[in-house]
């Protein structure tokens, strides 16, 4: 089946450093692929989504500047958090799109912990 | 705009009960998917089932079934005979096949914890 993977799987940060997360597609190529974000006991919110070779379509209230994301290759997608701070404290989960099926196949997910 | 309601924000049964998760959903859309996400205490969201909107068939896959009634616009999830393993927050999402940035963007629900109680 079509696996994802997130590097890494927990991160603990001080407060205004930057901390970048990896998403790969291991078996299959991904133009698309998708950053959400869950705080404890909440449902994923899409932050944005990620498209091979152009720019990132941010959902409404997401910060562009602070979020940024990169998709240089069609099996890899990266989000760095700039300047991290304690609110930014979440689980971080991607997808990649398997085109044929219309399908998101999600990542493991990244838990942040700035400090 | 596209949303997926949950009203069960947790629910407790004992081992070998029969349990329902509901879903209703709101979607402008006449074509469209439905899915259902396990998420384990582990955090990795485990995919269940996807369902087209002109399926409308009910599904079974040994202790789990979906029934789909585009008429109320429900996707309910039926557990039988309930195990201690399904213990998990479970998702239900909506995606459209035609929005606008084409990318085909799932709609979650809040999420039902259940607890399966030995």
């Known amino acids: 089946g079509a696996v994802v993977s997130q590097h890494p799987s927990r991160v603990i940060c001080k407060s205004g450093t930057s901390v970048k997360i990896e998403c790969r597609s291991l078996d299959f190529q991904a133009t698309t692929m998708f950053w959400y974000r869950q705080f404890p006991k909440q449902s994923l919110m899409l932050m944005a989504t990620s498209n091979e070779g152009s720019k990132a379509t941010y959902e409404q209230g997401v910060e562009k500047d602070k979020f940024l994301i990169n998709h240089a290759s069609l099996t890899l997608s990266t989000l760095t958090v700039t300047s991290a701070h304690p609110e930014d404290s979440s689980f971080y989960i991607c997808s990649a799109r398997l085109d044929l099926y219309n399908e998101q196949f999600f990542g493991p997910g990244t838990r942040l912990t700035v400090l | ?118």
């Open chain 2, 1 to 118: 705009a596209q949303k997926v309601t949950q009203a069960q924000t947790e629910i407790s049964v004992v081992e070998k009960e029969d349990v329902t998760l509901d879903c209703v959903y709101e979607t402008r859309d006449t074509t469209y998917y439905l899915f259902w996400y396990k998420q384990p205490p582990s955090g990795e969201l485990v995919f269940l089932i996807r369902r087209n909107s002109f399926d409308e068939q009910n599904e079974i896959s040994g202790r789990y079934s979906w029934n789909f009634q585009k008429s109320t616009s429900s996707f309910n999830f039926t557990i039988t005979a309930s195990q201690v393993v399904d213990s998990a927050v479970y998702f239900c999402a909506l995606s459209d096949l035609f929005s606008g940035a084409g990318s085909y963007q799932l709609t979650f629900g809040k999420g039902t914890k259940l607890s399966v109680i030995p």
